[in-house]
């Protein structure tokens, strides 16, 4: 009784003086830093009850505090703090510095690949060392998925479906094809179960995916968390069972064929030669498997999802795009990468699909590596830093018409030729140090597949299906699930 009244004073005790140190550090830490304007907040939970309280829907609260505290503001929750930049030139100046580089983790997934590194992601380190990755295209990978893609269309007939399942199917294939060599087959079940898992884990962390960079709300047993975890771990069972086979049919003297070989080719040198192995560790092929994975399928699959969407509701712009391909490519051959600069209509085409999508709404965070300043305030270490991406697609200063679908915007009025230099207020693929290290793979996906599909079908929409490009916010803005005809051109 006595020893449990001590214990029950000392915890009380103990809590109490937890909570006014904090606080005593949150006011000195105010007093010492010029910190953004943003939000209040409560003591410890910060915004927390704010975004959560379903008053408002988080993509309008944001909203709001992007009208009211402007190019850069700050919030936080549970002592985790989020700058969001609505700046291209502060996007520009923070992420030059290689203190803004450090990445802000996805708890959760880092939970399950029992990492807890926020460092340079690896696949971008291997890249150097990986030349499978550094010296291909993989133009023949992903033409290859696309005239599945396209066999698919043509066994609609016509008639009206919905394409998403399938796109995700192709742009996964080219990523399972280019670790493991394989590719499967569009009704192959455990396949599509893991399509639907990527898109599950992404749609589960919301745009910004604030919260799970907050360790005590990533680990909190909500129901949210549970179906985020189990699609994490339906992934990473995926994922196990082809490095298992991989690892069993993986012989030493072979050439590597596929970015699993040619990683535990290099794993094996290393041994052989008696050097320290470094990152070739078989976690940390899980680990550059599943970004791969991550960062591969969602992103190029609701772009491709959308581009065919506005092409169904710009029946004038696909009829030139497909005009443009037949002058050029002529109809006895599909387009390949080669041909790209003497597409102009096209290339702008695609760009302006990807603007006007607004595919990412607060791009994966950075995270300070040490107290910096900014736009004249004062950004502690450890604060999490998004661009607001949906900002940049559409902002006024940045595009004329911004609100319209203007598929010439990327063609310089002088030249007549696309221009890749009038895209770069879009910084689709970040800047810095931390850059998209798919983008090459990507730009290659999204124009293989949205060229020979419009070469093949001219896509419609049902009559009367109202226009929009107003989605689902999950960390990608996808569309509504829609249905479109393709009919064969000659
Ligand atoms: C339309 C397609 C894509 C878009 C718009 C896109 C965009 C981005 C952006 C904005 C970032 C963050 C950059 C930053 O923090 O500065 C990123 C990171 C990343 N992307 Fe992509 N991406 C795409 C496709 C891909 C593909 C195909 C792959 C895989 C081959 C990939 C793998 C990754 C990885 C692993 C990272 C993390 C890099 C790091 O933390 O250092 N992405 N991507
Ligand atoms: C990003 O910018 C858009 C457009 O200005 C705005 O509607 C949105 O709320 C902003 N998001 C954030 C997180 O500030
Ligand atoms: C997780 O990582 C730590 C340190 O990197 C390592 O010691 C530990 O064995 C790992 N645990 C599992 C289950 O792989």
């Not at 830490?29 to 304007?37: A, F």
């Not at 290099?266 to 078989?282: I, L, P, Y």
């Not at 595009?399 to 030729?417: A, H, M, Q, Y």
Request: with cysteine; net charge neutral; glycine share 6%.
């Amino acid at each position: 009784m006595i020893t449990e009244l001590i214990t029950t004073s000392y915890l009380t005790t103990t809590v109490l003086t937890c909570i006014v140190g904090y606080l005593v550090v949150q006011l000195l830490r105010r007093k010492r830093y010029k910190l953004p304007p943003g939000p209040k907040g409560w003591p410890i939970i910060g915004s927390y009850l704010t975004l959560t309280s379903g008053k408002y829907e988080l993509r309008d609260l944001l909203n709001m505090w992007a009208k009211e505290y402007g190019d850069l503001y700050m919030f936080s929750m549970f002592g985790s703090r989020f700058v969001i930049l609505n700046s291209y030139d502060l996007v520009h100046e923070a992420f030059q510095s290689p203190d803004f580089n450090d990445r802000a983790p996805i708890l959760p997934c880092n939970k399950a690949l029992n990492r807890s590194n926020t460092e340079l992601n690896l696949l971008f380190n291997l890249k150097c060392e990986l030349s499978i990755i550094h010296n291909s295209n993989f133009e023949d990978l992903v033409a290859a998925e696309a005239a599945k893609l396209i066999k698919n269309f043509a066994s609609q007939e016509g008639t009206f479906f919905n394409p998403i399942t399938d796109i995700y199917v192709t742009v996964s294939n080219v990523i399972t094809g280019i670790l493991t060599g394989k590719t499967y087959d569009y009704n192959d079940e455990e396949f599509v179960e893991l399509t639907k898992r990527a898109q599950q884990v992404f749609e589960w962390m919301g745009p910004g995916s604030f919260f799970y960079h907050v360790p005590v709300l990533a680990y909190m047993p909500m129901e949210n968390n549970k179906m985020g975890d189990a699609a994490v771990k339906g992934m990473f069972d995926f994922l196990e069972k082809i490095l298992k086979r991989h690892r069993q049919a993986y012989n030493p003297e072979d050439e590597p064929k596929d970015l699993i070989e040619a990683f535990m080719h290099e794993e094996a040198n290393k041994k052989a030669q008696n050097v320290d192995v470094g990152s070739f560790t078989h976690q940390c092929l899980k680990q550059v498997v599943w970004d791969l994975m991550l960062g591969g399928i969602e992103t190029v699959s609701t772009s491709l999802s959308w581009y065919f969407l506005f092409m169904a509701q710009y029946p004038d712009v696909q009829a030139k795009v497909q005009a443009e391909l037949d002058k050029v490519i002529g109809r006895d051959r599909l387009p390949s990468l080669s041909d790209r600069q003497n597409l102009p209509f096209t290339e702008s085409t695609s760009v302006e699909c990807y603007r006007f999508c607004r595919l990412i709404n607060v791009q994966i965070p950075h995270r300070t590596r040490c107290d910096v300043k900014l736009g004249g305030y004062d950004i502690p270490k450890g604060t999490n830093v998004g661009t607001n991406a949906s900002w940049l697609s559409s902002s006024p200063s940045l595009w004329e018409n911004s609100e319209e679908f203007v598929p010439d915007r990327f063609i310089d009025k002088e030249t007549g030729l696309y221009n890749s230099k009038l895209e770069a207020g879009l910084v689709e693929f970040g800047v810095g140090r931390r850059v998209c290290p798919g983008e090459q793979l990507a730009r290659t996906e999204l124009f293989v597949i949205f060229t020979h599909i419009l070469h093949r079908f001219t896509l419609r929409l049902p009559e009367g299906t109202p226009i929009t490009r107003n989605g689902i916010n999950g960390l990608t803005h996808h569309p509504k699930p829609y249905k479109i005809t393709a009919a064969p051109r000659r």
